[in-house]
């Protein structure tokens, strides 16, 4: 059963557009959500984090939206750059825990 | 950047024999963690430490097992490695000595293991 899911499997979008990526989870008992962001060969980097007493956190182009009574959460960058290509995976983790469950990852490509 | 190296970055094994992957970390961190990564399955927390000799199972712990007998040094072992352990299994830490009530992870750059 899978507790954190991002139903798109990949996202393109032209270069200066707005970049959506959703992810969706089943827990109510998770407090914090991690976006990370992940090139090839290369492990996964920390790019935006939001807790749930928070519905929006910005962090220059990237900024994360919780809506907790739908259980949804989801990343917009805006403009949106051809160095953003990548996999984003989302985590979930509760409150007290050091475990956080990750998505299937979404992989976007920005077109120049 | 988090200094977490990984040994070997790349692997390939025969069906039935011995793996031990070994994740290093300078940054002092309590926690350590392994995971793979596979295709529409995303990431999958395999075991994870929370202090030396402290250690237990996450979602897709089945066939591994995991020693930390330094803070810094944190092993997976695959006792018999299948065909279906091929993948790519990255370490990672995070930390408790943070102002913020939630700790990120970070992670290293990977171990990509071949099973035949």
């Known amino acids: 059963d899978q507790q954190v899911k991002q139903n798109s499997p990949s996202l393109s979008v032209q270069e200066g557009r707005i970049s959506i990526l959703n992810c969706d989870y089943t827990?109510?008992?998770?407090?914090?959500f991690l976006w990370y962001k992940k090139y090839p060969a290369e492990g996964p980097t920390f790019l935006i984090s939001?807790?749930?007493?928070?519905d929006k956190n910005e962090d220059g182009r990237f900024t994360v939206f919780l809506n907790k009574s739908a259980k949804h959460l989801s990343l917009h960058i805006v403009p949106s750059q051809p160095g953003d290509s990548a996999v984003y995976f989302c985590?979930?983790?509760?409150?007290?825990?050091?475990?956080?469950?990750f998505g299937t990852g979404t992989r976007l490509k920005v077109l120049a | 950047d988090a200094g977490i190296t990984q040994s070997p970055r790349h692997k390939v094994t025969e069906t039935g024999t011995p793996v031990t992957l070994r994740c290093h970390q300078t940054?002092?961190?309590?926690?350590m963690y392994w995971y793979r990564q596979d295709p529409g399955h995303g990431l999958r927390l395999i075991h994870y430490?929370?202090?030396?000799?402290?250690?237990d199972k996450g979602e897709v712990s089945d066939g591994y097992s995991v020693s930390r007998s330094k803070t810094e040094d944190f092993l997976l072992t695959l006792e018999s490695a299948t065909s279906s352990q091929t993948s790519v299994y990255f370490c990672?830490?995070?930390?408790?000595?943070?102002?913020?009530?939630?700790?990120?992870?970070?992670f290293g750059p990977g171990t990509r293991l071949t099973v035949l």
């Open positions: 990672a830490i995070s930390d408790s000595r943070t102002s913020r009530s939630y700790n990120e992870q970070f």
């Open positions: 827990n109510s008992m998770f407090d914090y």
């Open positions: 939001i807790s749930s007493i928070k």
């Open positions: 985590a979930a983790g509760g409150s007290g825990t050091y475990k956080y469950i």
């Open positions: 940054e002092n961190h309590r926690y």
């Open positions: 430490s929370y202090g030396v000799k402290d250690t």
